[in-house]
């Protein structure tokens, strides 16, 4: 039988071979075409099926056919949970692949047509109508499995010409809505009609949150052959377009005039995937507690970038380019996320007008620095690394240079403030609570000379042993404190100077922000640097505003509130118990026991403490040798001590 078949093989030229193969083809194409309507519908009532019971789901399909050689229509559209809201309802759906390459078994959409399409996200308490489809029993192992053994250049390239590939030359959308009701906070968008036509799109996006309309466009460039896309969304009117559901999820405010992205096609190169494109933002506002107390403006930021994706790492190229106000930079930014996690940061800034600096701070960012006038020029460097698995692997340095740099006006603020008297305000929880001269008006005001030598080393050892060689801050320090942070997980650790404590108190309010930790760090810079205040002053200044008790302020309230006695007066003992208390002023009614005498916690720190003050004869041996960790309450503390063991827990952490 084999030996005939190879025999009437021979016969046969390679025309007819080729007819034969033709013949056999065609008779194949016609009679998918003739069966495909079952066998598509036997098809997806199977995979529903599937569906349905993997994901305890009830997906329906009202009706399927087919439109011409390789259209589909697909009609009344349901989707939930079992026992849920509907969360997807849509009335056709068309769908046109290119039939050449669909016999390649390739599928390629070449037009697509919503038809009124409505999908409503419903939560109410802990139970929504969304979380069925994002759970999976594997999904998690899958993920780890991807992570571990996956190139990430090869893996971007494929996802990327997944997505495009599927991206249709003709998209026409009629309809189209999204409805949040999240405990009752509603957020809808409608989106009219959208037509993509030439590769270009415009459309108006009705926009709705408890009732408040923000009328938008969108309009962009859509080129699936070459990678290439671009939006841009605006106002349709004179409002802002606000960002919906973070002001009621996390108290923000995230308003603009327009936003622009563009994605401008990516390529392999040495084994990396090179990602291009931009993005900017203008009339930008900002508004949180955790940022500002006051809304932020930012006029005008962009972000032209190359990313690249390695085997195993994403990096944010140095040819990128951001513009912010008058600032241009050129960030680099690496995440390599295996076999160890590991952050690499770089930030080169050349010589530059110092007065663009201060120009290009967002307006409510930098209250006091607002309306300054500078000459001279800057230049800046960071550098940060961190190996995660490893903290103790962090490197970091940042430098702020000048160059003839010169104040030469203040803006809402005279920086120069604590070289002579003035009036200052204390804060609690950003509320201003009590204000007091700093100066000889006061009567409980002291010169450094009136203040017992005991109390401003101890205080000096305890809370910055270099204030008087350093600039402001102590990089050791807040390398230190990201490395104490990153094993803890959490904030468990600052890297204050003593300089940024007093700007903190005097320059500033005592609410937690991201802004405030920003001025404070550029006003410690400009009077550290510029020599707007003495160090002997700042110490002194420190001494007599910090908080050292339930609303008393400075050292000479505090020697009276606890030991009824003058500031010049104090032992080794009383002065290393102030100084203790610096980190928290208000827990000093925890550190006694129930027989009023210290708790055992405080000999460790008194040893530290006063060593490192005889290492800098601070103090003889014999004040070592006579020390003890016992004190006397005299003042008006002594009635508040409480007799209990409840103490806060970070208390008991002494931070040397």
Known sequence: ?????????????????????????????????????????????????????????????????????????????????????????????????????????????????????????????????????????????????????????????????????????????????????????????????????????????????????????????????????????????????????????????????????????????????????????????????????????????????????????????????????????????????????????????????????????????FFNLEGIKTSGELSYDFEFFVDIDNPDSVILESDLKRYNFRIESYGNTDLRKMSSDFQYTAYEKGEAVRSFMVGSENPNFRTLDQISPFLRNAALMAEDGGFFWHRGFIPDAIKASVTKNIKAKRFARGGSTISQQLVKNVFLNRNKTIARKLEEALIVWLIENNGLTSKDRMFEVYLNVIEWGPMIYGANEAARFYFNKDASKLTLAEALFMANLIPHPKWFRFSFDENGKLKPHFENYFNFVSNRMLKREMITQEDIDNLKPEIELKGIAKTLILRTDSIPSDSLELVY
């Open 1 to 365: 039988m084999i030996n005939s078949i190879l025999r009437f093989i021979k016969a046969l030229n390679w025309r007819k071979i080729l007819l034969i193969f033709a013949m056999v083809f065609a008779g194949f194409v016609i009679l998918v075409f003739i069966f495909r309507g079952p066998v598509v519908r036997a098809l997806i009532k199977n995979k529903v099926a599937g569906f349905n019971q993997s994901y305890n789901a009830d997906l329906q399909i009202g009706d399927f056919s087919f439109s011409g050689i390789s259209g589909a229509l697909i009609k009344d559209v349901s989707l939930k949970p079992i026992n849920g809201d509907t969360l997807l309802k849509v009335h056709s759906v068309y769908a046109r692949v290119n039939f050449w390459k669909l016999l390649l078994f390739k599928v390629s959409l070449t037009d697509l047509e919503l038809i009124n399409a409505n999908i409503n996200l419903v939560k109410k308490d802990s139970i929504n109508n969304y979380e069925f489809l994002l759970k999976h029993d594997n999904d998690e192992q899958l993920a780890e499995l991807n992570q571990s053994e996956s190139d990430y250049a090869r893996e971007t390239n494929r996802l990327l010409n997944a997505v495009f590939y599927l991206i249709p030359s003709n998209l026409q959308i009629v309809n189209f809505g999204i409805v949040s009701n999240t405990d009752n906070h509603i957020i809808s968008m409608q989106l009219p009609e959208l037509f993509v036509k030439e590769h270009r799109f415009k459309s108006g996006i009705i926009m709705q949150e408890q009732g408040k309309t923000n009328l938008m466009m969108l309009e962009g460039v859509i080129e699936p052959a070459d990678k290439i896309a671009e939006f841009k969304l605006y106002s349709a009117d004179t409002s802002k377009v606000r960002v919906p559901f973070i002001g009621y999820k996390w108290n923000w405010v995230f308003a603009f005039d327009t936003a622009q992205f563009s994605f401008e096609g990516n390529h392999i190169s040495d084994g990396k995937n090179i990602i291009n494109g931009s993005s900017a933002i203008s009339g930008l506002i900002i508004n949180n507690p955790r940022v500002s107390t006051s809304d932020v403006l930012l006029n005008n930021a962009s972000f032209k970038y190359q990313f690249n994706v390695g085997s195993d790492f994403f990096e944010l190229d140095s040819s990128s380019v951001v513009i912010f106000n008058k600032l241009i930079f050129n960030p680099y930014i690496q995440f390599r996320p295996k076999p160890n996690r590991q952050i690499t940061v770089k930030l080169h800034k050349p010589k530059f007008p110092a007065q663009d600096l201060f120009e290009s701070l967002p307006k409510g960012l």
